[in-house]
């Protein structure tokens, strides 16, 4: 199914990238960002992590040919990867302006093989100084499905992040690590499946990812 890689043995890792954070030094979607993908890790997965504020990306111009190398990062981790990772702020009843910069980069997947996100496994994350976090995640679902790939239905939006968070970036409690690690871990199990030809209905494979994470987050 996937055209980068192939079949691969129950052995191999898959590679999950994660995107995100904020152009802040200290970043409360960055270090949810980082713990998820030690989630991921721990299930196996080669993880990488794409950090806005060190990739610095200049704004996407489409009438420009020009591609600085820190968007050949971006497009060539994204296209290689298995499996992605995505937090951003909540910023004004959406996603960051810096991530959304990043997503329009993306453009550059449009004549590769397989296109765009397709065959990717995409979890969510999005992090909220207030108390609502969703409108950040339903823009992430919208953007994942016009470019192609299936967004692990049951999310993690974290409320009221400047107490979610140790000063070190380590969540302040289990109620946060336990649910990002378990994202983790569930985008690393449906892509390495995707990868492996183990099903042929992604969207089965995502409706049975929602169903484990729900059984941690109700706990």
């Known amino acids: ?25 200290t ?49 060539e981790a994204v296209y290689a990867a298995d499996g992605m990772i995505w937090s951003s702020p909540l910023y004004h009843g959406s996603i960051s302006g810096s991530f959304k910069n990043a997503l329009d980069w993306l453009i550059l997947l449009a004549k590769r093989e397989p296109s765009y996100l397709t065959d990717k496994v995409i979890g969510l994350i999005s992090v ?3 108390t609502q976090g969703l409108q950040a ?24 992040s400047w107490q979610a968070f140790e000063d070190t970036g380590h969540p302040a409690n289990s109620q946060i690590e336990e649910p990002l690690k378990t994202l983790g871990g569930e985008v690393v199990r449906v892509s390495r499946r995707l990868v492996q030809k183990e099903v042929t209905d992604p969207a089965a494979a995502c409706a049975a990812a929602a169903a484990r994470l729900a059984r941690v987050v109700s706990t």
């Not at 129950?10 to 590679?15: D, G, L, N, Y």
């Not at 890790?41 to 794409?50: F, M, R, T």
Request: a positive charge.
């Open 27 to 75: 970043s409360s979607s960055r270090a949810a960002l980082k713990t998820a993908l030690e989630g991921a890790a721990d299930a196996g997965a080669k993880v990488d992590l794409l950090d806005l504020r060190q990739l610095n990306l200049p704004m996407y111009d489409p009438s420009s040919d020009h591609v600085p190398e820190s968007v050949n990062r971006l497009v």
């Open 137 to 160: 995640i339903n823009t992430m679902e919208f953007i994942i499905r016009a470019l192609r790939g299936w967004a692990v239905p049951l999310v993690v939006p974290i409320p009221q």
């Open 128 to 130: 909220a100084g207030g």
């Open 1 to 25: 199914m996937n055209g980068r890689s192939g079949t691969r043995d129950a052995t191999k890792s898959v590679s999950i990238v994660g995107l995100g954070g904020s152009l802040r030094p």
